[in-house]
Structure formats: structure tokens, C-alpha cells
């Protein structure tokens, strides 16, 4: 990929491994859009940042609920850089239920971000790639978790949105081959949890690390930017964890 042609859009970028993917892509030469929802004061200072660095950057604020919000976020972002040409999916709630406790809504409230948003992003990505040439003209990479590669209790809601998206990222890989390469990040134990929108903090332990080494934001941006780099992979799943994925 020549990076001085790369326009990305990255959602939830403004904060955590958002902020790290983005500034990894600015750092390259990329153009970039921050996607946030409440994050207005670090989305926006980024955005300057990136700007100073010498890229292209903007902040977009979109609450991501339905379809049009989706097609919505996708128009204001190609309008912005005049075009896309990498999706980052990264955007993403986190809650700790019990299956006998877990209430309704919040069930489908991780599927529609975790699952439906990306999906829904992705295709109005695509639809606007498709009159171009049949070659990988864009690239999508879906921030997944390394839980997808077994069980957990305690957070099966959150598990089983992460393994849909998981799931998507195949299908969309097959089905829009070879018009854009689908792929998949999967981080371990990075961050301290972010604090919930009902003001908690979900304590999560870090876990073993068969590497020895507690993996950053830093990491996962690297790993997103390989990807990004193939011509010839698609539909893969790269673990970002410490080997945490292998226990």
C-alpha cells in the first residue's frame, strides 16, 4: 500500500487502542478520520495533533445506532478525504453479565455495536468501492478479542457479539474478494477497562501471559498496519495477546 494515498476511517478512534491505530496511521502518511461519540476533547485534540504532524485528519462525532447513522458516518467521512479506502471497526462496549442476570437490552445493545455496527459500516464502505476496478481497492480491519478463540463466563453476551463480528469478517473476506481484504485483530488483556456509561468500572484480570509480556495499544496498532500492508491476506484472524489465545 502506498500510505500517502491511504484515507482511513477509524471508529472509537479518539481514545485507548483507537488513538494508537490512528496515530500509527498518521505516522505513515495516512489520512484520517477519528470517529467518537462522547470523547469530543480528545478526538478533537488528536485531530489537531495529526493536522500539526502534517496529515489530513478530522474529527467526525456520530452515535452509531442504526443504518442510517452507519450510511450517515460513512458519507461524512468519504466527503472529508474525498474518498476512503481503509475501514477500521473499532468501536466497542464491554459489559460483564451473567446469562441469568443479563437484561435484554443489553444483550442486543453489544450485538448492534460489537456486530451489526461493523457490518453495517462495512457495507456502505464497500458500495461505494464497487464502481472502481475489480482489484483490493480497500482494506477493512475489525477489532475483534482474543476470547473469540474459546469460552468465557461472565461476559457470554460480549462473547458471542465479538464472535459474530469474527464470524463476519470471513464471510465479507469471501464474498467481497477482490475488492477489498477483510481482516481481523484479535487483543488480549490490553487497557484497564474504560469506565461504563452507567459510571462503573468493570474490573478485568489481566491473565497469563505466555510471552512474558503485558502486549500495548502500541502492539495492536502495528498489527493492524501489517494487514493493512497484504495484498494476499484475507479473511484471517491475528492474535495481539501474548499467546494469551493459546491457553
Not at 481481523?184 to 497469563?208: M, T
Not at 498496519?225 to 484472524?237: F, K
Request: hydrophobic share 45%; proline share 5%; aromatic share 4%.
Amino acid at each position: 500500500m502506498d500510505w500517502r494515498q491511504g484515507k482511513a476511517l477509524v471508529t472509537g478512534g479518539a481514545v485507548r487502542i483507537g488513538r494508537a491505530v490512528c496515530e500509527a496511521l498518521a505516522a505513515r502518511g495516512c489520512a484520517v478520520v477519528v470517529h467518537y461519540d462522547r470523547s469530543i476533547g480528545e478526538a478533537c485534540t488528536l485531530a489537531d495533533d495529526l493536522t500539526r504532524r502534517g496529515v489530513k485528519a478530522c474529527a467526525i462525532r456520530r452515535h452509531l445506532c442504526d443504518e442510517s447513522s452507519c450510511e450517515l458516518l460513512i458519507e461524512e467521512a468519504w466527503n472529508a478525504l474525498d474518498g476512503l479506502n481503509i475501514l477500521v471497526n473499532n468501536a466497542a462496549v464491554f459489559q460483564r453479565d451473567s446469562l441469568l442476570e443479563v437484561r435484554e437490552d443489553a444483550l442486543w445493545d453489544q450485538i448492534r455495536v460489537n456486530a451489526v455496527v461493523p457490518l453495517l459500516l462495512s457495507r456502505g464502505f464497500v458500495r461505494r468501492l464497487a464502481p472502481r476496478a475489480m482489484q483490493p481497492a480497500g482494506r477493512i480491519v475489525n477489532l475483534l478479542d482474543q476470547r473469540v478463540a474459546g469460552q468465557e463466563t461472565g461476559a457470554v453476551p460480549y462473547l458471542l457479539s465479538k464472535k459474530m463480528l469474527a464470524d463476519f469478517t470471513r464471510s465479507a473476506a469471501l464474498e467481497w474478494a477482490p475488492l477489498v481484504t477483510v481482516n481481523g485483530i484479535a487483543p488480549g488483556a490490553i487497557l484497564p477497562p474504560a469506565v461504563q456509561p452507567d459510571g462503573r468500572k468493570v474490573s478485568e484480570p489481566a491473565g497469563l501471559f505466555p510471552l512474558g509480556r503485558h502486549p500495548g495499544p502500541e502492539d495492536v496498532a502495528a498489527a493492524v498496519l501489517s494487514v493493512l500492508e497484504q495484498d494476499a491476506i484475507t479473511g484471517q484472524v491475528l492474535y495481539v495477546d501474548g499467546g494469551q489465545h493459546l491457553l
